[in-house]
């Protein structure tokens, strides 16, 4: 390397140096650069475009608001509006997430509109299960387990379970709990306390500490206002931005008012949205049915569809949720400008909602009040006359029903349940009050029961405590059907007993097989004994005498009867009246098609049978199996001998073989009954090996030596249990009661008026229905019903005069010298319109139970009009309403109001009102 100098080196490193400055300087010179350009920008963004970049900042939000599309109108045949809907002034608030104070703001607002609704006595919106003064959860059902599994999902929706799963399962998520785990988890959420849920989401929500800013002293019942619009926040939060109601349906002023202040208000709207109205308020309500707001366990599946699932109500009963798809409109869209306050500040488009379709019922309004009218008359009056003869007690007559159907159509014109209920209450977005909570839902029986004066030891007896749910104490059942039940449809639910209204069926079975005809009578004695051992004697009824079909059915003979059931049994086995009954849609086959078990109706209904041989084996077989589990547990056989005691009953803490176990003694058994085929049961059932197993599995019985001759004495022991089933079955008594209506016969209202309608129309077995048809905005049909034939009845028209002339004895004339059995109630009405029927009393329980518990005998009539070409059928029962004749002056109030034209052109004179009255 060349040599360098002393001065060379210096002037090197001078050099070095001064470069090294200028690259200090251009990087000093290019940060200077970059600070300054971000300066202007700063300064232009603040100051010289600060106003346009505010407004913009207010504005910056777009939001789709879904509009509520009205549900279709419900109307009467004749175009009655039973079910519309008219404007309701809303007042909504827009949670915003622009808020500079959120918290403060909403306090603050909340506050002044409370204040303002207050002042204008505006009720804000309540449907919030969790009540306080006293804390307690309430909801819109009367079904423990319904109740339980709202309140889980009450609970759960508001993350309540975290409060266990951290302190029981270490913070493990739910979705990891086993089913074990899982089952500790509700039965922990179901024991917390009301008031501690509500301390949870007073901290949750964060009103324990936001609501001091505007009310330090503030009560629960204040913070509880707080907490419906906190908790309808959270819940809408699961579908998405959305408004929600805090006051429905106010008044023109106080919508004013909210319009003038909404500038003060952040987050605040008023508009108008549709609220479903019944502007005849309770009548036809077990036919329309109500809505309610859509469950969140139902809320996936309803948006799913379409349906803005925070607001929206859907049909929970009657033609309301048959019809769901049909009065469902189609929910239109607003999108807006919300700026950082919630207040929308320009509506950038709208798709307006499309109302749903309308629906015409077969109902005629008038009809239907009538016989509503009539009814609850003649509800009172049995009441208010509390005892007749002495020992019939109809002062619990507080129930009923009535169907009227047009005969050659199967179109329902009148379909009423006693009590009722407004569905006014339901649509209230108040949601329901007290009171009517109280009325639709109280199952305090004892509370209930304690009013009505009885004494500690009756309340036990008939409203015991329900063991079924686990660790009740206080929760009682109506064993006897006691109480009446608003909400519970009891002309289409309600399985009574016939009575003699069955016996038309009977006549028909006897006819067209040819075990009788006209000619043949017997003596009527007052009592019935069929040469075998059996006897029945009808004290009450006195003896007939020489009697015919026709007499036999106007004076409702029960010997005769009888006579023609041991004939048909003897002929044609025990199954012979019960082939009649199905044809007329009175049961069906057990054996036959599940569809065959339906009127047709399109609301939910029970579908009762007649007494056969298969059902009858199906009823033994529960019976005598819970006989013995009850003789097992007692360890005394039924011939008086020890025995080891046996536990065969479910149990919660079973383990699973144990379970399995106990279901495949009982499955046999149970079998051992319905398979029988000869009169004993010839080949034993053993069940000992079952039995072995039981013993060695379940730990009850460790310790224990239980012999083999034991087992075998179990095991002969239930077999002697199933032969007292087998001896029950081939009782002829069976076969003899049913064809009076009584023993396992029981059907529900609706059923009877199809069976009546069927016989008057000379065998059609009509599918009935309330909808006539389905209608556009624009009046166009969508859908309509057309008259369907579900069955045809093997009758001829000989049958049938025979029968219909005895029916037209019991409303109008005398067969033989007596009277018939309405003639009284529908006598003089057959001066202006000739009417048919048939009376039935059927008894409830016992005569002792009956005396001890307050109840007694069902109060039927069936009939149609006119007698001789007819074309309406009624069927009316009443709870406790003691003789069928009774149940006869309601069917007079329906007819006056069926041929009100008619009968005011003969003059007659009306002893109801058969026009349709508004609610006010």
């Known amino acids: 390397m060349e040599n360098i100098s002393g001065d060379q080196m210096l002037n090197l490193e001078k050099k070095r140096k001064k470069k090294i400055l200028s690259r200090y300087t251009a990087l000093f010179m290019f940060i200077l650069f970059i600070i300054g350009t971000i300066g202007y920008q700063l300064y232009s963004l603040q100051v010289v475009q600060g106003a346009e970049n505010s407004q913009k900042a207010s504005t910056n939000s777009i939001k789709d608001i879904p509009i509520d599309a009205p549900r279709g109108n419900i109307t009467d045949k004749n175009g009655v509006i039973l079910a519309n809907n008219k404007q309701s002034y809303n007042v909504t608030f827009m949670e915003s997430n622009y808020s500079d104070n959120k918290t403060n703001n909403f306090y603050s607002t909340m506050n002044k509109v409370f204040q303002t609704m207050d002042e204008n006595r505006e009720t804000q919106n309540d449907t919030f299960p969790l009540k306080v003064n006293p804390y307690r959860f309430e909801f819109n059902t009367s079904d423990p387990n319904v109740i339980k599994t709202l309140q889980l999902r009450f609970l759960k929706d508001r993350g309540v379970q975290s409060l266990i799963l951290k302190q029981d399962f270490k913070n493990k998520a739910e979705s990891t709990l086993t089913t074990a785990e899982e089952n500790k988890l509700n039965e922990e959420l179901l024991s917390l306390s009301p008031e501690t849920v509500y301390n949870y989401l007073m901290t949750s929500y964060g009103i324990d500490k936001g609501l001091k800013t505007v009310d330090p002293n503030y009560s629960v019942a204040e913070s509880r206002r707080y907490m419906l619009v906190k908790d309808a926040i959270k819940m809408q939060s699961f579908t998405g931005y959305q408004p929600i109601d805090i006051y429905s349906n106010i008044s023109y002023n106080s919508y004013l008012i909210m319009m003038q202040k909404m500038s003060q208000l952040p987050g605040i709207n008023v508009d108008i949205q549709p609220l479903r109205q019944y502007p005849y308020g309770s009548l036809a309500s077990p036919v329309i049915g109500y809505i309610s707001k859509i469950s969140s366990s139902d809320q996936e599946k309803y948006q799913e569809k379409g349906y803005d699932t925070s607001t929206e109500y859907i049909g929970a009963s009657g033609m309301e949720a048959a019809m769901e798809k049909w009065l469902h409109g189609e929910n239109g869209e607003q999108v807006v400008q919300v700026d950082k306050q919630g207040n929308t500040t320009k509506n950038l488009s709208t798709k307006p909602a499309q109302q749903g379709d309308n629906i015409q019922l077969t109902i005629d309004a008038n009809v239907q009040y009538a016989a509503e009218q009539g009814l609850s008359n003649e509800l009172k009056q049995l009441q208010a006359t509390g005892n007749i003869q002495g020992n019939m007690n109809i002062s619990n007559a507080t129930r009923g029903a009535a169907v009227v159907v047009d005969v050659h159509t199967g179109g329902i014109l009148a379909l009423v349940s ?27 029986y004892e509370s209930m029961a304690k009013a009505k004066g009885m004494s ?8 015991p405590v329900d063991t079924s749910i686990k660790g009740n104490t206080t929760k009682r059942v109506d064993k006897y059907d006691y109480f009446p039940k608003p909400l519970y449809n009891y002309a289409t639910m309600s399985l009574v007993p016939s009575g003699s209204t069955f016996k038309p069926v009977v006549a028909v079975a006897g006819l067209q097989t040819g075990v009788i005809n006209s000619s043949f009578t017997i003596y009527d004695s007052g009592s019935f004994n069929d040469g075998k051992g059996f006897t029945d004697e009808f004290l009450s009824d006195g003896a007939h005498g020489i009697t015919n079909i026709v007499k036999a059915i106007t ?219 389905v209608t556009d905005a624009n009046g166009n049909v969508v859908e309509q019903v057309q008259p369907e034939v579900l069955d045809k009845v093997d009758m001829s028209s000989t049958t049938q005069q025979l029968v219909m002339e005895g029916m037209n004895g019991v409303t109008s004339s005398s067969q033989g010298g007596a009277e018939g059995t309405a003639a009284a109630e529908l006598g003089p009405f057959s001066q202006y319109i000739q009417t048919a029927g048939k009376t039935g009393t059927a008894e409830f329980n016992t005569a002792d139970i009956q005396n001890k518990i307050g109840r007694t005998d069902y109060a039927w009539f069936i009939g149609y009009a006119p007698a001789t070409n007819p074309q309406i059928a009624v069927s009316v029962v009443m709870f406790d309403g003691g003789y069928g004749e009774y149940s006869a002056n309601v069917a007079r109030d329906i007819y006056e109001a069926y041929f009100k034209t008619e009968l005011q052109q003969k003059g007659f004179k009306f002893d109801i009102n058969v026009n349709a009255q508004p609610e006010n």
């Open 418 to 444: 006693l009590p009722d209920f407004n569905p006014n209450d339901f649509s209230n977005p108040n949601g329901l009050t007290d009171a009517e909570i109280n009325k639709y839902f109280n199952t305090d």
């Open 456 to 463: 500690q030891s009756l309340i036990d007896f008939m409203f």
């Open 555 to 773: 004076v409702s003979s029960n010997p005769f009867f009888m006579t023609v059931a041991q004939l048909l049994k003897d002929k044609f086995g025990p199954n012979e009246i019960a082939k009649y009954a199905w044809l007329f849609g009175l049961g069906a086959d057990p054996n036959g098609p599940s569809s065959a078990a339906s009127t047709g109706i399109e609301i939910p209904e029970n579908f009762g049978q007649v007494y056969n041989s298969t059902s009858q084996k199906n009823v033994d077989a529960a019976q005598f199996l819970l006989n013995a589990e009850r003789d097992l547990s007692t360890g005394i056989a039924l011939d008086g001998t020890k025995m080891p005691v046996v536990d065969i009953s479910d149990n919660a803490n079973d383990s699973q073989d144990v379970a399995s176990i106990k279901t495949q003694i009982k499955t046999e058994f149970q079998n051992a009954i319905k398979n029988y085929t000869s009169t004993k049961n010839e080949t034993p059932t053993n069940f000992a090996p079952l039995l072995k197993q039981l013993f060695s599995k379940d730990p009850k019985y460790k310790g224990q030596s239980i012999s083999e001759a034991q087992i075998n004495l179990i095991s002969s022991d239930m077999n002697t249990e199933i032969n007292r089933a087998i001896d029950d079955m081939n009782l002829p008594y069976h076969t003899y009661v049913a064809a009076i209506g009584q023993g396992m016969d029981a059907f529900t209202p609706l059923q009877m008026a199809g069976y009546v309608a069927t016989l008057a129309n000379g065998g059609n077995r009509m599918k009935l229905h309330l909808l006539d048809k």
